[in-house]
């Protein structure tokens, strides 16, 4: 249903679920201003340009989107693709390719398509997420130690021996504040959940520089003084050639926004009993990150912290995210100008503690247990997220893990000529007339069967399975009782199968078709060809047309036989 949550939520709405939405909305906006912040900087634009996106872009996915307590606004799965756009293609570059990409996510919403993000692979999720985490760790040693490093490599391996070269320069003051940052976001937060510890970091390490004039880099130092307006509305120089070259990092961040956003909302749900709208929440995703570039925003999509944050603080209905945005607003309004006096060390701690709670480590360390093949999507996602570039980790594993599926139903799907009741000593595995066991297979007609899905994976066994079908079969049954699913490859495969038997001069006879496969088949007007006559529900009637065609006479069904379908 294509209906904000907003609407739907409004019907209802009274008093008390104000005073809790706002209360929670006041408390997640201070919850965001750091985090808005330093994912601005982090991502290589300024502050401004991350509080921006916090409210235009917050603003937006809590109005039109599909989760009751979602929280929109910039994330860390996007500071390493928005850092790598901007080295390469400008700022420019980043505004048309997050258009495109809210223009990939609004698509994606009204085709529907918001139930099949939750088909991608967790070791995909996971080896990214986890690469990202690292890389923004990384990133944030230099300011969380003072290296004052001016040109940090972008890529992660030539960072390493930078850092280890410089390491020695640390600055004491700055080594201090973090200390103190970290210590508090960490332990504080253990004991605190209604008020962050993230913003109480904030305050107590702004407050211990200016107290003890201690000689650290600040937000104003690096960038300058933040403005306190909202910015006007600009366009980006459009060519076709950027857009060319801009498809891939869209895709990409239209992927993770679309994942990021629909987790964020699946934990939501679990938290409160409630259900989302999936393809609701794309298309709010999509117009938002569609208007913030205007306005200087980068991409932005649903944030589970934030999320999670907002539905402990008793945040009930997207009003609470309205009242998120709005006071981030008043913050960039009224105090924006007192923002530069935040330390980047502080924001580098907090940005520590994201990327580590972003790791999974924990569940990293799990899935290297699973199946080798989910190993090798993980570690080869984890790698080249690491190593390369975000936009080729999630297209190498997704198509390696489409591979590695294809591989492993092909392996499941089984084709071979039925024997059993040639053997007195195996014990039937069914009875009537779904059972092969006893019955009477005159000379001349084969049987063969087909247990899994038939698709293109499956389609290389068939053919070696019937390689063998010589001219002294008259009839040839094959059993599809147990073929769940069949593709245009299956029926292709099908369909030059019964050319071959015509050739042979011999009569295929379908058994046990199922409704996929059935109507796949009649669309592809296979079952013309074959013929009504050769299309039969369960093994006996196939037996009997079989004997039809030798002039042999047919069996009895009984009653009871007559009612069995082939399952």
């Not at 690096?222 to 120089?237: A, D, K, N, Y």
């Not at 701690?349 to 990327?355: F, G, K, P, R, T």
């Not at 390369?388 to 489409?402: K, R, Y």
């Not at 059993?479 to 009569?507: H, M, Q, W």
């Amino acid at each position: 249903m294509l209906v904000p949550k907003l609407f739907t939520t409004l019907k209802t709405y009274n008093k008390n679920l104000f005073y809790s939405d706002v209360t929670s909305g006041v408390i997640v906006g201070i919850v965001a201003l750091p985090l808005a912040i330093a994912f601005g900087i982090a991502s290589g634009v300024s502050p401004n340009n991350g509080l921006i996106t916090a409210v235009i872009a917050g603003f937006i996915i809590s109005a039109l989107g599909g989760s009751r307590v979602q929280i929109g606004g910039p994330t860390g799965a996007f500071i390493v693709i928005v850092y790598g756009i901007i080295q390469k293609y400008g700022i420019d570059g980043l505004m048309i390719a997050t258009i495109m990409a809210g223009i990939i996510l609004v698509f994606m919403g009204f085709m529907r398509l918001g139930t099949l993000i939750k088909f991608i692979p967790l070791p995909i999720i996971t080896g990214f997420t986890s690469g990202i985490a690292l890389i923004i760790f990384t990133t944030q040693i230099n300011d969380l130690l003072g290296l004052k490093i001016v040109n940090l490599p972008s890529e992660f391996l030539s960072k390493i021996p930078v850092y280890i070269n410089n390491i020695t320069a640390f600055n004491t003051d700055t080594v201090i504040v973090s200390a103190i940052s970290l210590f508090t976001i960490i332990f504080l937060g253990r004991f605190m959940q209604k008020i962050p510890s993230t913003f109480i970091a904030l305050i107590l390490g702004t407050v211990v520089v200016y107290v003890f004039g201690l000689e650290v880099d600040t937000i104003s130092t690096r960038f300058g003084q933040l403005t306190s307006s909202i910015p006007s509305v600009r366009m980006p120089e459009i060519s076709f050639d950027i857009i060319y070259n801009l498809a891939g990092p869209a895709f990409t961040i239209a992927m993770l926004g679309a994942v990021e956003s629909l987790l964020s909302a699946v934990v939501a749900d679990g938290m409160i009993g409630g259900k989302h709208r999936s393809n609701m929440e794309l298309i709010a995703n999509g117009a938002a990150n569609i208007v913030a570039p205007f306005f200087g925003g980068i991409p932005a999509t649903g944030a589970i912290a934030r999320t999670v944050t907002n539905i402990r603080n008793g945040g009930k209905t997207p009003v609470a995210g309205i009242t998120h945005s709005v006071v981030l607003l008043l913050i960039l309004l009224f105090f924006g100008q007192y923002a530069g006096m935040i330390p980047m060390c502080v924001l580098a701690s907090i940005l520590m503690v994201v990327a580590y709670n972003m790791s999974e480590w924990r569940e990293f360390k799990a899935q290297l247990k699973m199946p080798r093949s989910d190993v090798a999507v993980l570690v080869t996602t984890f790698l080249l997220t690491v190593i390369f570039d975000l936009t080729v980790a999630i297209e190498v594993g997704i198509v390696l893990s489409a591979m590695l599926f294809m591989r492993r139903m092909a392996a499941v799907t089984n084709v071979g000529v039925i024997s059993r009741e040639l053997d007195d000593r195996v014990e039937p595995e069914e009875t009537g007339a779904n059972s092969i066991q006893g019955k009477n297979i005159p000379k001349g007609v084969l049987i063969f069967e087909i247990d899994g899905p038939f698709f293109f994976g499956a389609a290389s066994k068939f053919k070696d399975a019937i390689r063998f079908v010589g001219k002294t079969t008259k009839v040839l049954i094959l059993r599809l009782r147990k073929v769940p699913a069949i593709d245009s490859t299956g029926i292709a495969t099908l369909e030059d199968f019964y050319y071959d038997c015509k050739k042979r001069n011999t009569v295929l006879i379908l058994s046990g078709l199922h409704a996929q496969p059935m109507f796949a088949c009649e669309r592809a007007g296979l079952l013309d060809k074959i013929g009504e006559t050769n299309i039969r529900g369960n093994i006996d009637d196939g037996l009997n047309r079989a004997r039809e065609i030798l002039g042999l006479p047919t069996e009895e069904i009984t009653a009871e036989k007559e009612s069995s379908v082939e399952k």
